[in-house]
């Protein structure tokens, strides 16, 4: 198992235009580690310089203490998954997975064991004769891990591996590549933009935006308290609530006083961010609650979205088995304290 610390990386392909502003990362042996964020924010950039294939301007990467920053890519010890597989067609399921230690000289016998070991770790043993092209999508990605893994890289990177799979498929392998990576105790760093694959998959994970980390941490807590508007928009709905403390302390928002686990100056502003499923529909008014008029509901099978407005603002408030409500009626919305987490 490999920890890896990345300090000062930086990198722009034209003079002024910062695709990564220097950033620090520091990845546990043995995690599974997510860069999340939308597209351009340089993820894929910084997983390429991770792999050697990238040269950053400034900054250092070190693999268990080892500065590895000007290797070239076959001293690393990485290996890469990509998004499109990158498997050779002609070959067979055995030849492909073969590929990188015959490359690297791998002695027959020892060679062999590795790609018997890699093809069960995947299941996919019983398809070692098998051309590439028989094959499904999900059993193509599952090679090109093997292929990946037959190597035993000292940092395995995942860029997007899972995006042109269907959502079935996609469900199915988030499983199999944390039961694999945690077999193999594997060190891995995964790209993605997808949301619901870094908080099902990851040890912990960074959300980027435009080059800059915005947030590291568990998916628990990152999730429940991000720290940052964009973060909070980002990792799933959120309903975000601004307000100023008035001379008692209490924080006057357009909704009237609520209570939130955070102090501040008379005069101060602050914004909140309360999931949709935090918020309560109650029977009747109390402490942090409001009145707001059901407008709309989204039923989506296990939940129901449930949009409110209140004193000229909209509300989200997701649901699970939730009982028949009539849109035009007004009800109760109790907003805990607890779960009003202050953002930036």
Same mark, same amino acid.
């Given at each position: 198992? @490999?920890?890896?610390?990345? =300090?000062?990386?930086?990198?722009?392909?034209?003079?002024?235009?910062?695709?990564?502003?220097?950033?620090?990362?520091?990845?546990?042996?043995?995690?599974?580690?997510?860069?999340?964020?939308?597209?351009?924010?340089?993820?894929?950039?910084?997983?390429?310089?991770?792999?050697?294939?990238?040269?950053?301007?400034?900054?250092?990467?070190?693999?268990?203490?080892?500065?590895? @920053?000007?290797?070239?890519? +076959?001293?690393?010890?990485?290996?890469?998954?990509?998004?499109?597989?990158?498997?050779?067609?002609?070959?067979?399921?055995?030849?492909?997975?073969?590929?990188?230690?015959?490359?690297?000289?791998?002695? =027959?016998?020892?060679?062999? %064991?590795?790609?018997?070991?890699?093809?069960?770790?995947?299941?996919?043993?019983?398809?070692?004769? %098998?051309?590439?092209?028989?094959?499904?999508?999900?059993?193509?990605?599952?090679?090109?891990?093997? %292929?990946?893994?037959?190597?035993?890289?000292?940092?395995?990177?995942?860029? +997007?591996?899972?995006?042109?799979?269907?959502?079935?498929?996609?469900?199915?392998?988030?499983?199999?590549?944390?039961?694999?990576?945690?077999?193999?105790?594997?060190?891995?760093?995964?790209? @993605?933009?997808?949301?619901?694959?870094?908080? *099902?998959?990851?040890?912990?994970?960074?959300?980027?935006?435009?080059?800059?980390?915005?947030?590291?941490?568990?998916?628990?807590?990152?999730?429940?308290?991000?720290?940052?508007?964009?973060?909070?928009?980002?990792?799933?709905?959120?309903?975000?609530?601004?307000?100023?403390?008035?001379?008692?302390?209490?924080?006057? @928002?357009?909704?009237?006083?609520?209570?939130?686990?955070?102090?501040? =100056?008379?005069?101060?502003?602050?914004?909140?961010?309360? %999931?949709?499923?935090?918020?309560?529909?109650?029977?009747?008014?109390?402490?942090?609650?409001?009145?707001?008029?059901?407008?709309?509901?989204?039923?989506?099978?296990?939940?129901?979205?449930?949009?409110?407005?209140?004193?000229?603002?909209?509300?989200?408030?997701?649901?699970?088995?939730?009982?028949?409500?009539?849109?035009?009626?007004?009800?109760?919305?109790?907003?805990?304290? *607890?779960?009003? =987490?202050?953002?930036?």
């Amino acid at each position: 198992m @490999t920890s890896v610390e990345i =300090k000062g990386i930086a990198k722009s392909y034209r003079p002024g235009v910062p695709v990564l502003k220097p950033l620090d990362l520091s990845v546990e042996p043995g995690e599974l580690f997510f860069l999340l964020g939308p597209s351009g924010c340089g993820k894929s950039t910084l997983l390429r310089i991770l792999a050697g294939l990238v040269e950053p301007d400034s900054g250092s990467i070190r693999f268990d203490g080892v500065e590895i @920053t000007r290797l070239p890519p +076959e001293k690393r010890r990485t290996a890469m998954v990509f998004q499109n597989y990158a498997l050779w067609p002609h070959l067979t399921v055995y030849e492909n997975v073969a590929f990188g230690l015959r490359s690297a000289g791998e002695k =027959k016998a020892e060679l062999d %064991r590795e790609v018997r070991a890699a093809l069960e770790l995947v299941r996919m043993e019983e398809y070692a004769e %098998r051309k590439i092209p028989s094959l499904s999508g999900g059993q193509q990605q599952r090679i090109a891990l093997a %292929r990946a893994l037959a190597v035993r890289p000292a940092l395995l990177l995942l860029d +997007e591996p899972l995006s042109n799979l269907d959502a079935r498929l996609r469900d199915a392998m988030r499983h199999e590549i944390r039961r694999i990576c945690k077999e193999r105790g594997q060190t891995a760093i995964y790209v @993605t933009h997808d949301r619901q694959e870094a908080l *099902s998959m990851a040890d912990r994970l960074a959300v980027m935006e435009l080059g800059v980390i915005r947030r590291i941490g568990t998916p628990e807590t990152v999730y429940n308290d991000p720290g940052d508007a964009f973060v909070a928009s980002f990792l799933g709905d959120a309903n975000l609530i601004d307000g100023a403390f008035d001379s008692a302390g209490s924080w006057v @928002t357009l909704f009237g006083v609520l209570k939130l686990d955070a102090a501040g =100056k008379p005069g101060e502003t602050l914004r909140a961010m309360i %999931r949709p499923e935090r918020i309560c529909i109650a029977d009747s008014p109390g402490e942090n609650t409001i009145a707001a008029k059901l407008t709309a509901r989204s039923f989506t099978g296990e939940s129901c979205e449930w949009t409110f407005e209140a004193a000229g603002r909209t509300l989200t408030v997701i649901e699970s088995a939730p009982p028949e409500r009539k849109p035009g009626k007004t009800f109760h919305l109790r907003l805990p304290a *607890s779960q009003l =987490k202050v953002v930036q």
